[in-house]
């Protein structure tokens, strides 16, 4: 075993990383749960849930519900059916969720367990690499149709085990979309460790080098919660390339495009803008180049137009005051907030277009 | 003005009482919130709300809503429609939202700011006495149809403004309710006022009695949730009479009979038991006096059986492992948490029912 220690604001957690964990996952759990509650979507549910009620239900009362898979189950009725069989289930204070599965699942298991008889324990037990960002951290939350994540809470899981071997099923678009966070955590911490990343080929990586990725990110992301649980300050800097990319993925549908790959294609916007405004030093060409050898969907841009995109970026729940908050890079490595007016930033979008997007 | 100040977890807020302050709200409010979003009922909005809406709109953006009156708004359906409100007005995170209204309102009102964006600030402007108790302590919550209050946060408000004008239309009811739980507060704490309350008749006390109650009640309650804001111990004293309460009015349906009267009759049978189990020496005599004379409800209890009420009180959200955890009295000021058997708790409410509701 291996483990990582994250200190949140009202108890430490460890993100454990153990391949074939899931087989084994009572010899981890050192409390006497009423009941577990094990929550997953129908695809993971289909390759992992057996061995792991398996694994629990000699020592344990276990319960199970699935999801439909894909980014609409966010919602408030997958969230209503969900609170329903807690209760079905006779779920008391020391009962036990466990979110098995992607972003998704850790989002709307973790935002039913922090809300269900105000607040039980719940594990993360992501099966993507995407959800190495999002089960750390505490952010939980499931989507309205005016935008993403807009009902949610901060809510730190008691644990994050992380069964690596549950990464080798994922198809390439997953592998794109949690690379899409991984290259923003190397970004925001570290020259080198980014340019080993934009010299290799995603679908060529060992299991080994995915896995050291994983733990590298999330300590990024670690360092900064720590300091900034409730996004005051420094947390703001993890929205690196999110602003173009909320808005793509609530313009196209939730689902259409995975939240990573419109990471991937946010940050480059991103890039562009710090040079334009920062005049920073960005390895723009090598980024370009990454994205295009790895199959990033770079032309889901000309499906929606600048107009529409900053609209709904002006509405974005982190704008205050109708000022829309960007992240930008001084250097890899060294991020920033900058404030920016809607009309500006429309400019800057329109010249994106012209000169990359319809290049 | 007259303040008190209360600590909780995460930052300390203030319980302001001032005769006649919702025409001067503007002057409390010390941040530039981007808009406030005053959430009431029916009832208490065709009261007050003009006067508010008066005193906040030349210095700010206001939006209103209103929900019915009465316990059944505290639903799945209200939280929706509120959280469809937060996004039609625009709300940003540096929005205010205000609680006017009892403790439904707030209840409902702060489980929409906990969550609304990962949660806003919010106000309580309780118009009840009843809501001196839920205003405070940072319990937030909606029912649902298996039980009151199972899905909520913990969330405390960033101040309580109480305008003691408001109480001056309470109808009898609202009385009766308000002083369930005050007397529960006197319990929990000090003879002297119990018997100084269990002396009076609440519909002739003057306003400045009922606001120093009021003062005295909520002292209690911050005392304790100071200590303990997640209930993991001694915040459980303040379910008082409450076990019972929470099956009957689940049972008779909510708002049938009010939370306060509910909580008034479930004292006496948390009396009862305290006398039968611990054999405390408690003015029980005296206290069914004073439910007799300022025409508590107590016959509601002949409407539900105790196997019915054994039953619901098993499911409690507090019932851990399906032990029911009952808080009993020592003796004045002296509460205890006490485990007892759903077969136990039924011999002794079929003993009170013999001896008490039908004699």
């Given at each position: 075993?291996?483990?990582l220690?994250?200190q949140?604001s009202?108890?430490?957690?460890e993100v454990v990383?153990?391949?074939?964990?899931r087989?084994?996952?009572?010899?981890h759990i050192?409390?006497a749960?009423?009941?577990?509650?094990?929550?997953?979507?129908?695809?993971?549910?289909g390759?992992?849930?057996?061995?792991i009620v398996k694994?629990?239900?000699?020592d344990?009362?276990?319960h199970?519900?699935?999801?439909?898979?894909?980014?609409?189950?966010k919602?408030?009725?997958q969230y209503?059916?969900?609170l329903?069989?807690?209760?079905?289930?006779?779920?008391?204070?020391?009962?036990l969720?466990i979110?098995?599965?992607?972003?998704?699942?850790?989002?709307?298991?973790g935002f039913?367990?922090s809300?269900?008889?105000?607040?039980v324990?719940?594990?993360?037990?992501p099966?993507?690499?995407?959800a190495?960002?999002?089960?750390?951290?505490?952010?939980v939350?499931?989507n309205?149709?005016?935008?993403?994540?807009l009902?949610?809470s901060?809510?730190?899981?008691?644990?994050?085990?992380?069964?690596i071997?549950?990464?080798?099923?994922?198809?390439d678009?997953?592998?794109?979309?949690?690379y899409?966070e991984v290259?923003k955590?190397a970004?925001?911490?570290?020259?080198?460790?980014?340019?080993?990343?934009?010299?290799?080929?995603i679908?060529t990586?060992t299991?080994d080098?995915?896995?050291?990725?994983?733990?590298?990110?999330?300590?990024?992301k670690?360092d900064?919660v720590?300091?900034?649980?409730?996004?005051?300050?420094i947390?703001k800097?993890l929205?690196?390339g999110?602003?173009l990319?909320?808005?793509?993925?609530?313009e196209?549908?939730y689902?259409?495009?995975?939240?990573?790959e419109?990471?991937?294609?946010g940050?480059?916007?991103?890039?562009?803008?710090?040079?334009?405004?920062?005049?920073?030093?960005?390895p723009?060409?090598?980024?370009?180049?990454?994205?295009g050898?790895?199959?990033?969907?770079?032309?889901?841009?000309k499906?929606?137009?600048p107009e529409?995109?900053v609209?709904?970026?002006k509405?974005?729940?982190?704008?205050v005051?109708g000022?829309?908050?960007y992240?930008l890079?001084?250097?890899i490595?060294t991020p920033?907030l900058h404030?920016?007016?809607?009309?500006?930033l429309?400019?800057?979008?329109?010249?994106f277009?012209s000169e990359v997007v319809?290049?």
């Amino acid at each position: 075993m291996d483990a990582l220690l994250i200190q949140a604001s009202n108890h430490d957690y460890e993100v454990v990383f153990e391949a074939g964990v899931r087989h084994r996952l009572s010899e981890h759990i050192k409390k006497a749960y009423t009941s577990i509650h094990i929550i997953s979507d129908e695809q993971v549910a289909g390759l992992y849930l057996s061995s792991i009620v398996k694994s629990l239900e000699a020592d344990h009362q276990v319960h199970t519900s699935i999801v439909p898979a894909g980014e609409a189950s966010k919602s408030m009725e997958q969230y209503q059916y969900l609170l329903d069989r807690c209760v079905e289930s006779k779920m008391d204070r020391n009962s036990l969720i466990i979110a098995l599965g992607g972003g998704m699942i850790g989002d709307l298991a973790g935002f039913v367990a922090s809300t269900y008889l105000r607040g039980v324990e719940f594990w993360q037990m992501p099966t993507t690499i995407l959800a190495h960002d999002s089960s750390v951290g505490g952010k939980v939350a499931i989507n309205h149709p005016a935008g993403k994540n807009l009902i949610g809470s901060f809510y730190n899981p008691a644990k994050v085990v992380y069964d690596i071997e549950t990464l080798a099923t994922l198809p390439d678009h997953e592998l794109r979309s949690g690379y899409g966070e991984v290259v923003k955590h190397a970004m925001l911490s570290d020259k080198e460790w980014l340019f080993d990343l934009l010299n290799s080929r995603i679908d060529t990586l060992t299991k080994d080098h995915i896995s050291n990725d994983l733990r590298k990110g999330i300590r990024v992301k670690a360092d900064i919660v720590e300091q900034d649980e409730r996004e005051h300050g420094i947390r703001k800097h993890l929205n690196l390339g999110h602003t173009l990319a909320h808005a793509l993925e609530a313009e196209l549908g939730y689902g259409t495009v995975t939240h990573g790959e419109a990471v991937a294609v946010g940050i480059l916007f991103a890039m562009q803008l710090s040079k334009d405004i920062l005049h920073s030093d960005l390895p723009v060409d090598d980024y370009v180049n990454w994205l295009g050898k790895n199959h990033y969907p770079m032309k889901v841009l000309k499906e929606v137009s600048p107009e529409v995109l900053v609209k709904r970026m002006k509405w974005d729940k982190k704008a205050v005051d109708g000022k829309i908050h960007y992240i930008l890079l001084e250097q890899i490595g060294t991020p920033i907030l900058h404030q920016i007016s809607d009309k500006e930033l429309h400019r800057h979008l329109n010249r994106f277009y012209s000169e990359v997007v319809y290049s």
